[in-house]
């Protein structure tokens, strides 16, 4: 064992005594203020993109600051040495592969679904996290400002990845938008800032990167492993007949052979034999791992799911847009629509009221359910008021228990339709010609001027500065999911592998 390891030790055994006194005066404060910030923050960020004015970037820098004193009280199970990382990724990735298995085996003999109790609690968890989900990998952002260190290459082609390089099926953002496109989860920005923590820490960093590099690369290292709940989510969303493309793809590339687990590892051993102070590199490093796990959690999410109170939410959400519309004359033991939801908690009274006058009861059949009928019924007074995603909370919420079948909502009847295995679904899709996208677009990137100025930027049209300050803008959280976004993924993504 190198000398600097014993340091190493020595230093971890202290934090473990010295942490806990010191977050039970900052914990709760810390907690407090990042969470009353993160939405705004996060909004800021990704607004500014590749640019952040100096006082988002102090913000930035205040936030972190918060969170990784908040969540120095959590224990790590981060090795105190580099020395350990191989064994430590070996042993975390064979424990997950462990409790897979069981999970499999609950299954195949008859255990319920582990994480979503219908198809509107799986749709609650993807908008849940999408502020996350939606800056996928923008962590390692900052990090393309120094692309010629050969010590950052890991880290660096693993951002490339994240982007899908360059290919629209694989990156990670866009997949996302497009599979709650597809769900009619079109709200997602109001939410709580809870939800938002994890996206603001990781676009914090992205603009922090100069200061906060042995962070960035422990959080990396954190982020890159491979979770049971991963594996879970993507199984549990398949069944339900909900793409799980965007998570199996992470199962793929966040494998400890070669994948982003293996290039994490090696990234932090390597930054770690260049650290001047090897022990507050170490010590910096681990703030950055638990950072990973800091705000919402996807099992954090998953256990935050209430039927009733998503689907008073929805009513109430949609209060204000149906007070021009509604009509006087139609009463609720004595107050009109408007009058019941005109107060904040309006929306629960008016559901308990329309339930005693038997209009919406749960757990009833919905041919029978004069709610569901106004909604999607043959003279449905109020069809097309409500999203995809918001019928199928109410969907769900009046069949009550039978909602466990995870049957989708149809727009066509009233008959529960059954959900099938998407991946079975495609395949049988696949065996049919299909019109693409691609057959649609006739000159792609006509409409977008961003692929004119990029395009005549790579043609030599500019100064290399200007060039290359225009992919630095691409490439950014906010963009690179564009087509130009993309197109200039491409052209950096064959650059990098020509010269590696």
């Known amino acids: 064992?190198?000398?600097?390891?014993?340091?190493?030790?020595?230093?971890?055994?202290?934090?473990?005594?010295?942490?806990?006194?010191?977050?039970?005066?900052?914990?709760?404060?810390?907690?407090?203020?990042?969470?009353?910030?993160?939405?705004?923050?996060?909004?800021?960020?990704?607004?500014?993109?590749?640019?952040?004015?100096l006082h988002a970037r102090q913000a930035a820098q205040t936030f972190i600051d918060h969170w990784r004193d908040a969540s120095r009280c959590k224990g790590s199970d981060l090795p105190a040495t580099p020395d350990e990382l191989e064994g430590w990724l070996q042993a975390g990735l064979a424990d997950t592969g462990l409790r897979y298995r069981d999970y499999l085996?609950?299954?195949?003999?008859?255990?319920?679904?582990?994480?979503?109790?219908?198809?509107?609690?799986?749709?609650?968890?993807?908008?849940?996290?999408?502020?996350?989900?939606?800056?996928?990998?923008?962590?390692?952002?900052?990090?393309?400002?120094?692309?010629?260190?050969?010590?950052?290459?890991?880290?660096?082609?693993?951002?490339?990845?994240?982007?899908?390089?360059g290919d629209p099926a694989k990156n990670h953002v866009l997949l996302y938008q497009r599979l709650m496109d597809s769900l009619g989860i079109i709200d997602w920005r109001d939410q709580a800032d809870a939800s938002y923590v994890q996206g603001a820490l990781q676009l914090s960093l992205a603009v922090c990167t100069d200061t906060m590099l042995p962070?960035?690369?422990?959080?990396?290292?954190?982020?890159?492993?491979?979770?049971?709940?991963?594996?879970?989510?993507?199984?549990?969303?398949?069944?339900?007949?909900?793409?799980?493309?965007?998570?199996?793809?992470?199962?793929?590339?966040?494998?400890?052979?070669?994948?982003?687990?293996?290039r994490a590892v090696r990234s932090a051993v390597e930054a770690f034999s260049a650290a001047a102070d090897k022990t507050t590199f170490w010590k910096r490093l681990e703030d950055g791992y638990?950072?990973?796990?800091?705000?919402?959690?996807?099992?954090?999410?998953?256990?935050?799911?209430?039927?009733h109170a998503e689907f008073v939410r929805i009513i109430q959400h949609r209060a204000a847009e149906g007070a021009a519309v509604h009509s006087d004359y139609c009463r609720i033991e004595g107050k009109t629509v408007n009058q019941w939801l005109a107060v904040p908690d309006g929306a629960a009274a008016f559901v308990d009221a329309l339930g005693r006058k038997g209009w919406l009861q749960r757990g009833s059949d919905l041919a029978s359910s004069r709610f569901w009928q106004m909604l999607q019924g043959e003279s449905a007074a109020m069809f097309g008021v409500f999203g995809d995603y918001e019928l199928q909370v109410i969907y769900d919420w009046i069949r009550g228990d039978m909602a466990v079948d995870g049957a989708c909502f149809t727009k066509a009847d009233d008959v529960p339709r059954p959900a099938h295995a998407f991946r079975h679904?495609?395949?049988?899709?696949?065996?049919?010609?299909?019109?693409?996208?691609?057959?649609?677009?006739?000159?792609?990137?006509?409409?977008?001027?961003?692929?004119?100025?990029?395009?005549?930027?790579?043609?030599?049209?500019?100064?290399?500065?200007?060039?290359?300050?225009?992919?630095?803008?691409?490439?950014?959280?906010?963009?690179?999911?564009?087509?130009?976004?993309?197109e200039a993924t491409r052209y950096l993504s064959s650059i990098m592998r020509a010269a590696h």
């Open 1 to 53: 064992m190198r000398p600097e390891s014993e340091a190493l030790r020595a230093v971890s055994n202290r934090v473990s005594r010295d942490v806990p006194k010191f977050c039970a005066s900052r914990a709760a404060d810390s907690r407090e203020t990042g969470l009353n910030r993160a939405k705004a923050l996060y909004e800021q960020l990704w607004d500014a993109n590749a640019t952040p004015a």
């Open 290 to 307: 638990r950072l990973s796990a800091v705000g919402w959690s996807t099992t954090d999410a998953i256990a935050s799911f209430d039927l």
């Open 105 to 165: 085996a609950r299954r195949k003999g008859g255990a319920p679904r582990q994480y979503f109790t219908s198809r509107a609690h799986a749709l609650y968890f993807l908008r849940s996290v999408a502020p996350t989900k939606l800056v996928d990998g923008a962590w390692l952002y900052g990090l393309l400002k120094d692309m010629g260190n050969p010590r950052l290459s890991d880290l660096i082609f693993t951002y490339v990845e994240e982007l899908g390089d």
């Open 215 to 262: 962070e960035v690369i422990g959080f990396n290292l954190g982020y890159e492993q491979l979770p049971l709940h991963l594996l879970i989510t993507a199984y549990e969303l398949d069944e339900l007949g909900i793409d799980p493309t965007y998570f199996s793809l992470h199962v793929t590339v966040d494998n400890a052979a070669g994948g982003h687990a293996r």
């Open 425 to 486: 679904r495609r395949r049988l899709e696949a065996s049919h010609q299909r019109l693409r996208l691609a057959d649609l677009t006739s000159s792609p990137g006509s409409l977008d001027p961003e692929i004119a100025e990029l395009r005549r930027s790579l043609a030599g049209h500019v100064d290399s500065q200007q060039q290359g300050a225009l992919l630095h803008r691409l490439l950014g959280p906010a963009l690179h999911w564009t087509s130009a976004g993309l």
